[in-house]
């Protein structure tokens, strides 16, 4: 029998399908094409099932395209039939009228649609007229009383369009926005697309209207840390949601279309797969005391570079782990720490 380990699953990734409508090159799943062999119904029912054993509270369902794999209600249904709050990410290009019976029949929790710019900038990534389509998904999503937020992916081109695309958000119900910074894995890494942000004028734009935005807006965990709103920046503007470290292989995993399982989907290489869920349980990958090392085995003194020196060091943990392992293949680094570039201006 395995040991049982201290760590407490809570919520989960799972991309239930590789499809997806697009081919965008700065994808990090490289989606397109369904996987060969993916987790039949049946299968996907049997993970559901384990993720409610282990007590996961929340799963956030992506692709390629959920809304391409035609059993998705049903796998959706068997989460929340547990109590497994549910959210569904998807670019809004398929969506329509015939999809909001059955994300209130799945008991759905949420929609986010991903839109990353512009029109003309949005489009240009995925296909003419990609931006409309994703718009008016929101739009009906929001007329029918589904909650539905915005998700956008910043790469060096496209953080130019923050200013613009948020005056075209506030005309929306929201019910939030998140930014995060594009990583360089997958078509980001092959493509030639420069994944390069300037995090302290993220952060700028973040501070100057969180207050007065018409929904909640924050940056997601690849982008910081521990500037001076540190506790507000990540959705809750009246404080109390300061970054607490990676959390894959802690309190988070990531399933993919397969049955792969890592600590985090954005931890996109065979390195970081921990099991797979046709060979072994979900349990016995989660409670595996070998398994989810670089975090499970963390310690203060596996930092690098500035984050070794640094007083936040033991509780940021070095930042996003992905980001940083795609960014320059040092795990406990953060390559682009907000602080530490705040820092260095003020002392150029």
């Known amino acids: 029998m395995l040991k049982p380990v201290r760590y407490r699953l809570r919520s989960c990734v799972w991309e239930i399908t590789l499809a997806c409508c697009f081919n965008c090159k700065y994808c990090g799943s490289r989606a397109g094409r369904a996987r060969e062999n993916e987790l039949t119904a049946e299968e996907c029912f049997s993970v559901a099932d384990q993720l409610a054993a282990l007590g996961c509270r929340r799963v956030s369902m992506i692709g390629g395209e959920v809304f391409m794999r035609p059993d998705w209600e049903s796998i959706v249904s068997r989460l929340t039939s547990q109590g497994v709050r549910t959210a569904i990410i998807t670019n ?46 929101i739009d ?35 019910a939030a926005w998140q930014i995060q910074a594009c990583s360089p894995m997958g078509n980001a890494q092959e493509g030639g697309v420069d994944h390069r942000i300037d995090p302290v004028r993220v952060i700028d734009f973040i501070e100057r209207n969180m207050y007065s ?85 963390f310690t203060k003194e596996l930092l690098t570079g500035a984050c070794k020196t640094c007083e936040y060091g033991s509780r940021c943990a070095g930042g996003c782990r992905s980001y940083a392992y795609f960014v320059h293949g040092k795990m406990y680094e953060a390559p682009y720490c907000a602080k530490e570039l705040i820092k260095k201006c003020q002392t150029q």
């Not at 009383?145 to 998700?151: K, N």
């Not at 018409?214 to 503007?237: H, S």
């Not at 300061?242 to 988070?252: D, K």
């Open 92 to 137: 809004g290009f398929l969506f329509g009228s015939e999809h909001i019976e059955a994300l209130k029949r799945a008991r759905v929790e949420s929609v986010a649609v991903s839109i990353d710019g512009l029109r003309e900038t949005h489009d240009a990534y995925r296909t003419r007229g990609s931006f409309e389509r994703a718009v008016n998904t």
């Open 140 to 174: 009906t999503l929001a007329a029918n009383g589904v909650p539905v937020s915005v998700i956008t992916t910043l790469n060096h081109e496209n953080q130019a369009d923050l200013e613009g695309l948020y005056a075209v958000l506030c005309e929306k119900p929201l």
């Open 213 to 297: 935005a018409p929904f909640p807006m924050g940056i997601a965990d690849n982008i910081g840390y521990f500037t001076e709103n540190e506790d507000k920046l990540r959705g809750r503007c009246s404080g109390g949601a300061p970054f607490t470290g990676c959390r894959a292989g802690l309190s988070a995993i990531g399933i993919d279309s397969v049955g792969n399982v890592r600590g985090c989907e954005s931890m996109y290489d065979e390195r970081f797969i921990e099991g797979n869920l046709r060979e072994r349980s979900l349990e016995s990958i989660w409670n595996d005391e070998n398994a989810f090392a670089y975090n499970r085995r």
